[in-house]
C-alpha cells in the first residue's frame, strides 16, 4: 500500500506542473480570442523592395519588374480572400516595412493600404484597440505542432507566434491554385476562430 501512495506522490509531481500550465494557456487563449473579437487583426504583406532594389542596381529591371508585378498579383488577391472571406474582427493591410513601427506602436510612421495596395493616410483604427497580426508564411515549430509548411498564422502584437489551445493558423495547400489556396486559408481562419470564441 505505501509502495502504490508512494508512486501516485511521485506521477502527482509530474503531472501537477503540466496540468497547471494547461489551464494558464487555456486562459491566456481565452483572453486572446476575446481581445481579437473585439480588436484589430494586421494583415502583413511582402513587397520584396530589397530584392527589386537589388535587381535594378544589377540592370535586371525585367526581372525587377517581374517580379513586383506578380508580388503585387499575390497580394491583391490576399487582400480580397480576407474582404470576402473573413469577419471575425476588422482587418488593416501594412508592407513589412512598417514592422517595426508596428510592434513598437509607432502608428503614426505606418500608412495603411487600401484594397488596390494604395498607401493611404485616411485608414486608420483605434490605436488603443488590441491587435493581432497575420501573414502567410512557413510555420514555425511550436508546442509540438508540425513545421515546415505554409500557412496563414496569427501572432501577437510584438510578432510572437501564437500558441495552442488558440486556433493560431490554418494550412495553406499548394496543389490548389492560388488564390482558391488562399481563400481557403483564410475562410478555414475565420471559422475557427469563431468555433474557438464559443467554446
Given at each position: 500500500?505505501?509502495k502504490?501512495i508512494f508512486?501516485?506522490a ?11 500550465q494547461t489551464?494558464?494557456?487555456k ?5 486572446q ?5 473585439k480588436?484589430?487583426l494586421l494583415v ?7 530584392t527589386?532594389?537589388k535587381?535594378?542596381k ?5 526581372l525587377?519588374n517581374?517580379i ?7 497580394n491583391?488577391?490576399?487582400v480580397?480572400?480576407f474582404r470576402d472571406?473573413?469577419e ?10 512598417h514592422s ?5 506602436k509607432?502608428?503614426s510612421?505606418?500608412?495603411f ?8 493616410s485616411i485608414?486608420?483604427?483605434d490605436?488603443?484597440?488590441n491587435?493581432?497580426i ?7 515549430q ?5 513545421m ?6 496569427i501572432r501577437?502584437?510584438q510578432f ?5 489551445p488558440?486556433?493560431?493558423?490554418a494550412?495553406?495547400?499548394g ?6 489556396k488562399?481563400e481557403?486559408?483564410v475562410?478555414?481562419?475565420?471559422k475557427?476562430l469563431y ?5
Open positions: 500500500m505505501k502504490l508512486a501516485f511521485i506521477i502527482s509531481i509530474f503531472i501537477s506542473p503540466c496540468f497547471g489551464q494558464q494557456l486562459k491566456i487563449s481565452k483572453q480570442i476575446n481581445q481579437l473579437n480588436g484589430v502583413r504583406l511582402k513587397a520584396k523592395k530589397k527589386i532594389l535587381l535594378r544589377s540592370g535586371k529591371d525585367n525587377a517581374k513586383e508585378q506578380q508580388q503585387a498579383e499575390l491583391k488577391k490576399i480580397s480572400a472571406n473573413f471575425f474582427c476588422s482587418t488593416y493591410f501594412f508592407f513589412s516595412e517595426k513601427s508596428i510592434k513598437d509607432q502608428f510612421n505606418v500608412i493600404l487600401n484594397d488596390n495596395l494604395v498607401p493611404d485608414i486608420k483604427f490605436y488603443n484597440a491587435f493581432f497575420a501573414e502567410f508564411v512557413t510555420l514555425e511550436n508546442d509540438h505542432a508540425n515546415g509548411f505554409e500557412a496563414l498564422v501577437n502584437d510572437v507566434q501564437l500558441k495552442r488558440f486556433p493560431y493558423y494550412r495553406t495547400f496543389s490548389l491554385p492560388i488564390k482558391q488562399l481557403k486559408a475562410r478555414r481562419m475565420n475557427k468555433k474557438f470564441l464559443k467554446k
